[in-house]
Structures are given as C-alpha cells and as structure tokens.
C-alpha cells in the first residue's frame, strides 16, 4: 500500500464545473496535509494547507480533511483552463518530511 | 530575487560520470531537501538537512552525496552516473516549526535540475 495514495487520473472537467481531487494516507500521525499544484514542466507551488478537521476555503479552492478516514481531498470551484496542471496531494507527520502522492493531472476544457 | 535557486537547470551527460547541482535559498529558512521526480512525476524525497545535520536520508545509492555548508545551501554530488538516474531533481527548503500563516514543513521549490544521462 502506497503511503499517500491519489484517484487516478487524468480528470477533465469542463470549464465552470467543479473538479474534486481525493487523497488517502495510510500514517495516522500525520499532521499536516499540503495540496500542491504544478504546471507543466514547472515546479510544485503551494496552493492549500490543512491540519484540523473539517474545511478550509480559499477563494476558489476548498480543502477538507478528514482524519479519522485518513482522508483530503480538494474542491475548485468556477474550474478555469488556468487550472488545468498536475495536482500533488502531500502529507507531514512533521520533522521536515512530507511523502507525495502520485499526482492526479487535471484539465479544464474551454 | 529569487527564493530558491538551482544551478545548473539542465544537465547532460555520459553514463558513468559524476555531476553536481547546487542549491541556495535566501528565505531564512531553517531546512533544506533534496527531491527526485521521474518521468511519471512521482516526487521522492531523498535527503533532508537541518542547520547543516543530516536529518532524513532515504534509500538512495551512495552514489549520491549531498552536502550543507551551511543553512541556506545544499548541494548533490553524484558519482557515476547510470542511465535510471535521468530525472528532474528539485532543491527545496522549508521551517520546521510553525510559523504565522504557514504550515510546518511547508516546501518552497528550486525550478529544478533536469538531468539527461545517455
């Protein structure tokens, strides 16, 4: 069982729908959970963090976390073609290592 | 003003020789990491430095040498190329403790080091 596992992409939405990405962890002492976002041929970038139960929004994106099912997942709402980019879902039980996620790769369709 | 540099950005070269990449952060962050993404964009964490100490060292061949002169620096040495080496390597650094606004271990990325071994 990967540590951080990621629903198997690729995910094309059209533009205006909502896109939802889903992450599982196997390390119930995680602690903190990142959403990263990387376009092609790019580095990742930070786009949400998460560390308590329940959701947390930020403009167009929503993250939510549920741990007692070792679950995150992440909303964007209004998608725009800008959106579209390898999405990386990594998870921290701290001390400086976050393990990733295969990625789920998005597209937003005009 | 870049925040996290990585030199060179592309590498390539001959199987079986040996090649560094640098890596400098100016954010005043306290931890630095080593990353290796393949080509299906599975990114691994290979070495972790903390004020210069070795803090995660992940099963990677000994071919790959990291060092930390100090807090703001990491380099890769790697001896010996092989052809599974090619790959993009991300420098990346972060603050171990929480910081207002921010995530501990939150990561910020170098551009990245693409290597191409022949």
């Known amino acids: 069982q990967k540590e951080v596992e990621q629903n198997s992409g690729p995910l094309s939405v059209p533009e205006g729908a909502i896109a939802s990405l889903n992450c599982t962890y196997s390390?119930?002492?995680?602690?903190?959970f990142f959403w990263y976002r990387q376009y092609s041929g790019k580095s990742p970038e930070l786009i949400m963090f998460i560390y308590s139960n329940g959701d947390k929004e930020d403009g167009r994106f929503t993250a939510q976390l549920n741990k007692a099912s070792q679950y995150v997942s992440l909303l964007i709402r209004d998608s725009q073609p800008s959106d579209s980019a390898t999405y990386l879902c990594a998870v921290s039980r701290g001390a400086g290592k976050s393990t990733f996620g295969d990625g789920t790769t998005l597209t937003v369709k005009p | 003003d870049t925040a996290v540099s990585q030199t060179p950005k592309y590498l390539v070269t001959q199987m079986g020789n040996d090649k560094s990449i640098k890596c400098e952060q100016n954010l005043g962050h306290d931890t630095m990491y080593w990353y290796k993404q393949d080509s299906k964009k599975f990114l691994k964490i290979m070495f972790s430095y903390n004020n210069k100490e070795l803090i995660i060292n992940e099963t990677v061949p000994n071919r790959f040498s990291p060092k930390s002169p100090d807090k703001a620096h990491l380099n890769l040495h790697i001896n010996s190329l092989e052809l599974g080496d090619s790959a993009v390597y991300f420098c990346?650094?972060?603050?171990?403790?929480?910081?207002?606004?921010?995530?501990?271990?939150?990561?910020?990325f170098g551009e990245g080091s693409r290597l191409t071994v022949l």
């Open positions: 390390d119930r002492g995680s602690q903190s």
């Open positions: 990346a650094s972060s603050l171990l403790i929480r910081a207002s606004g921010r995530a501990p271990g939150e990561l910020f």
